[in-house]
């Protein structure tokens, strides 16, 4: 099987700093890889690397796209990257207000997206922008209200509506539920496991929670100091670390 996404000696600094390097890993289709590590471990430096929000330093992010197969995103053009970004892939970002537009409502949000890729019957618009809210639990009376009076929760749920109508193979998610309370994020990793499940999603999160990890993703990835430490199937990499920096991300998890 071809990789959907293959990194190859991803590495990105910041001055004498390190923010990543010699990165490599394969991602397959319908698969969950998860990026844990402590503040500064360089896994939202990497995650932005491959979304194209930051330019590495050196290293391939080669996509295979529908059209021409395999390609290096970072020798795209800026339009084809543009047009990755609003078609096969997503960014789910923290905090959704960085993710939604707010001054705009809730159904425009999602419809905007739609329209990006060329939708223009308003009724199709909006009723593609029904069945999302539905789909992340946001009732159809909240349609025309404007992000600003969700709660945090909600506009959560709304940020991965509008990133999800298009249909993309890969979605990256930078702390998808930091931020929210215990009892909101059960319910907004539950809604995540089901939309993977169902859309046959590939993913990549970068998260400091590893109870995150172990429900969403497949495969797990540690970093430490910019360099990725341990890889392996995510349960083998929590049950039986070998690394001891895993070993202490693991312990003092346990030990809270």
Known sequence: MTPLLSVRDVSKSYGQRIGCTEASF???PGE???IVGESGSGKSTLLNCLAGHLEPDRGEVIFDTRSDGPRDTLRMSEPERRMLARTDWAFVHQNPRDGLRMAVSAGGNVGERL??????????????AIDWLGRVEIDESR???????????MQQRLQIARNLVTGPRLVFMDEPTGGLDVSVQARLLDLLRGLVREMGLSAIIVTHDLAVVRLLADRLMVMKSGRVVETGLTDQVLDDPQHPYTQLLVSSVLQV
């Open 143 to 153: 349609i025309d209200d404007r992000p600003r009076a969700f709660s945090g929760g």
């Open 26 to 28: 394969d991602l397959y």
């Open 115 to 128: 329209m990006a890729v060329g939708a223009r019957h308003y009724g199709k618009i909006r009723d593609g």
């Open 32 to 34: 969950v890889m998860g």
